[in-house]
């Protein structure tokens, strides 16, 4: 009873989340194989990280909301605040370069 009680809670919102993908640049170059991480939009706290390819591309399954996008990179760079859908979206990211 209580597994079916934990399912019925839990379903509705796994059923909400969708593919969110795109491009991350990082001044004017793609950022190439980088970790970008996003906080906020699911669990108080809780952080995402997903890795780009050589490319700079990223895809990843998040619950729609507001999160911020932040680049691990060497650089410093500003967060980016991204907002996703219950549906599929491209979201590609542009990391200004701090001088």
Same mark, same amino acid.
């Given at each position: 009873?209580?597994? !079916?009680?934990?399912?019925?809670?839990?379903?509705?919102? !796994? !059923?909400?989340?969708?593919?969110?993908?795109?491009?991350?640049?990082?001044?004017?170059?793609?950022?190439?194989k980088r970790t970008l991480?996003?906080?906020?939009?699911?669990?108080?706290?809780?952080?995402?990280?997903?890795?780009?390819?050589?490319?700079?591309?990223?895809?990843?399954?998040?619950?729609?909301?507001?999160?911020e996008a932040r680049l691990?990179?060497?650089?410093?760079?500003?967060?980016?605040?991204?907002?996703?859908?219950?549906?599929?979206?491209?979201?590609?990211?542009?990391?200004?370069?701090?001088?």
């Open positions: 009873m209580t597994v !079916a009680w934990l399912l019925a809670i839990l379903a509705p919102r !796994a !059923a909400t989340a969708d593919e969110v993908y795109g491009c991350v640049r990082l001044g004017d170059e793609m950022a190439g991480e996003l906080q906020g939009g699911g669990p108080p706290g809780g952080k995402i990280q997903v890795r780009t390819d050589q490319h700079g591309n990223y895809r990843v399954f998040l619950e729609p909301g507001r999160y691990i990179a060497e650089e410093n760079t500003e967060p980016q605040v991204v907002h996703t859908l219950p549906a599929p979206v491209q979201l590609d990211l542009n990391f200004p370069r701090n001088r």
